[in-house]
């Protein structure tokens, strides 16, 4: 195994940006705490705190997993941080399609192009670091959550 040194100011700069499309996204969904109490919910539907603590340890995960990426010299890693951010993009765009507008069908499109992408991003991560796409895993997982619940509460509201 190869130990490579941490660059800080780089890692915190990946977290900083990624955590900060978090924030964007929060703050285009607005108030979500009512609504989604209001709500009909499919089963296995976590309570609302449960969401805050999961996407604080995904940002975690995927903003060092981004910075791992970012350290690779191949080539193909230049494509790889092209989808990591509009993933991103994609992802601070979610709230405002979901909660804002209520428009759960489209929300719910929204999170298949977020797996789809996430899902080349962490193929394409694989054969350069493996530890990186290890880091964006529970990303894919919690995704396919996410589109369950969507779907869900498309189809019960």
């Keep these: 195994m190869i130990i490579r040194t941490i660059k800080l100011k780089k890692i915190l700069l990946y977290l900083a940006a990624t955590f900060a499309f978090g ?67 994609l992802n601070a765009l979610w709230p405002l399609i979901f909660w804002r507008l209520r428009a759960y069908e489209f929300a719910a499109v929204i999170i298949v192009a977020l797996i789809i992408l996430v899902v080349i991003l962490t193929i394409g991560s694989f054969k350069i670091n493996k530890l990186s796409a290890i880091l964006f895993l529970p990303y894919i997982v919690w995704l396919l959550f996410a589109l369950y619940l969507n779907i869900g509460i498309a189809v019960l509201n």
């Design 23 to 89: 924030v964007i996204g929060a703050l285009l969904g607005g108030g979500t705490g009512q609504i989604y109490t209001s709500l009909n919910k499919p089963p296995l539907s976590p309570p609302g705190i449960v969401f805050p603590i999961v996407w604080s340890i995904l940002y975690l995960l995927m903003g060092i997993g981004a910075y791992f990426l970012s350290n690779e010299k191949n080539p193909k890693s230049s494509f790889l941080l092209k989808i990591y951010w509009v993933q991103l993009i």
